[in-house]
């Protein structure tokens, strides 16, 4: 079988260590677009999209021109039926390409942490019920898109959703350690103290619980190679 042709919309500012976490992750031709650099594919001719994470919000449209192109990108993706899996910022475009709504959260969420999802849909499949992830992010979608299922959820809130062939997911499978590290050590908004802590729950032990879900690039790309769902499917 041929393999699949999937966007890379990278959104990551430095894009180097984003493109090279999903290059080692997905089984898949990847072609890469620098999202956050201005660059879009000139067409839709792809099995799938992935949209990456980013430093930025989604809602930052006014400082930031490259992301309204994006989100506007993805929507019409959408309306062709494209599979589509955003993480983390990616995931947070995606919600609102679809309708939904993201904001500011009162916390961050970082570091290694729990989040359970219900079952019912196949992007979690050979994942446990409840499961280890990386987190780093400051914003969460707050209102799922119309028509949307919500997968996976913690305290914190939504962690993935789907609609039709869309999926988001918020956390980060696709992080190895030096990542989660270089991520954190840069937070400088966050205490001393937080961010030791997050940095001394880097393990190996953690990262090994956390690979369980980067089963979810298999899943997607199993979804992406056997074509358009409906939102009934």
């Not at 970082?110 to 994942?127: A, K, M, N, Q, W």
């Not at 802590?197 to 190996?204: M, S, Y």
Request: glycine share 8%; charged share 30%.
């Amino acid at each position: 079988m041929e393999r699949l042709r999937i966007a890379l919309l990278n959104a990551a500012h430095d894009p180097a260590d984003t493109a090279r976490n999903f290059r080692r992750e997905v089984e898949a031709d990847l072609v890469e677009f620098h999202a956050a650099g201005g660059e879009l594919p000139d067409d839709y001719d792809f099995d799938g999209v992935i949209v990456t994470g980013s430093r930025s919000s989604v809602y930052w449209d006014d400082e930031e021109e490259w992301i309204a192109p994006t989100r506007e990108w993805v929507a019409r993706a959408d309306e062709r039926g494209l599979p589509i899996l955003g993480v983390c910022f990616g995931h947070q475009l995606v919600a609102e390409a679809l309708g939904g709504r993201v904001e500011g959260m009162d916390e961050y969420e970082i570091g290694y942490r729990e989040v359970t999802h219900d079952g019912s849909d196949p992007l979690f499949d050979g994942v446990d019920t409840e499961f280890t992830v990386f987190t780093t992010h400051s914003d969460a979608v707050t209102d799922l898109p119309p028509g949307a299922e919500l997968l996976a959820e913690n305290e914190y809130g939504v962690h993935a959703f789907r609609r039709g062939n869309a999926y988001g997911v918020q956390f980060h499978p696709e992080y190895d350690t030096n990542t989660a590290e270089r991520v954190t050590a840069r937070k400088d908004d966050l205490p001393d103290e937080r961010k030791e802590a997050v940095l001394a729950g880097i393990t190996p032990e953690n990262y090994d619980a956390a690979c369980e879900a980067k089963r979810l690039f298999d899943n997607f790309c199993s979804l992406a190679a056997g074509g358009a769902r409906t939102a009934s499917d």
